[in-house]
């Protein structure tokens, strides 16, 4: 490539050198039309996966607060050990079906060209459906009664959850296009989600694919999910290629300039030299 160009390897994002090469060489669009389109399929396969990989942080660390502060949770331990069962099978049972309905979404959207879009609605309205569930599991478990036929204890657990002041209020932000969990930004939830965050970044950087997991990049999730506790900050499509980036080049060995502000607030964070840099080249105001 005339030492133009180096390509820097993505582990979760693999695009050949010969792909790079037909995109440099060509002399339209319609030369590298289906190379484009096999870029976008693994594109959209890959934030898919992530988006699931993140829903998957969110939603047990908002469960755990709700069981340790709102007391969603019972002092019998077989209902408890029900209650359990039921939250892992929502989770290990829905692990393709909710990769697909991500793919989908995210594909129509690149195909009306609004992909992040698509991704907010989709991500919300997946964080607001599976919270849905949870509620209906702990109803299921709380009011059962072997008295009760299958449609009216259905319908029981369908006002009890229409009661619940968190369904309420995730709804109501779910409907807003806001982030459904808004309400763990009180203060109430900030020691017990703090507690919450630090186990999991102990699995990712023991656990987490083998520790190919870089120490910047577990900062920025780490950063990521503060703030969408903490400050009701959403997740942006753009947030999983930031990551990605970030996970690549690695700042202890490259430098990040971006020109994207949030990315900017979050290298600020995580890589204080690549920061600097960024306010040398005026890339700040």
């Not at 077989?78 to 069962?85: G, R, S, V």
């Not at 503060?226 to 753009?238: G, R």
Request: aromatic share 16%.
């Amino acid at each position: 490539m005339e030492n133009e160009y180096q390509l820097i390897s993505i582990g979760y994002v693999p695009i050949e050198n010969d792909q790079l090469n037909q995109i440099y060489l060509a002399n339209s669009i319609d030369d590298i039309k289906m190379t484009i389109n096999k870029i976008l399929e693994l594109k959209i396969l890959k934030e898919s996966e992530f988006a699931r990989w993140f829903l998957y942080i969110i939603m047990p660390i908002a469960f755990d607060i709700l069981s340790e502060i709102e007391n969603y949770k019972f002092d019998d331990e077989t209902k408890m050990k029900d209650f359990q069962k039921h939250i892992y099978s929502l989770f290990s049972g829905n692990i393709e079906f909710i990769l697909d309905k991500f793919i989908n979404k995210l594909q129509d959207g690149y195909d009306n060209n609004n992909p992040q879009q698509s991704f907010s609605d989709e991500f919300y309205n997946t964080m607001y459906m599976t919270f849905f569930i949870y509620l209906s599991n702990y109803y299921q478990t709380k009011e059962f009664d072997s008295s009760l036929k299958p449609a009216e204890l259905g319908t029981k657990i369908r006002e009890c959850i229409e009661e619940d002041k968190f369904y309420k209020l995730v709804k109501s932000d779910n409907e807003n296009n806001k982030n459904p969990f808004s309400f763990f930004a009180k203060k109430k939830y900030e020691e017990k989600f703090i507690k919450s965050l630090e186990l999991v970044i102990i699995e990712l950087t023991d656990n987490f694919y083998h520790k190919k997991l870089t120490e910047s990049a577990i900062k920025f999730i780490e950063k990521k999910i503060y703030k969408i506790f903490t400050s009701k900050s959403k997740l942006y499509k753009n947030d999983i290629f930031d990551l990605l980036i970030t996970l690549s080049l690695e700042p202890s060995i490259y430098k990040l300039v971006s020109l994207d502000k949030k990315y900017i607030t979050i290298i600020k964070e995580i890589d204080q030299k690549s920061f600097e840099l960024i306010e040398e080249l005026g890339l700040t105001s």
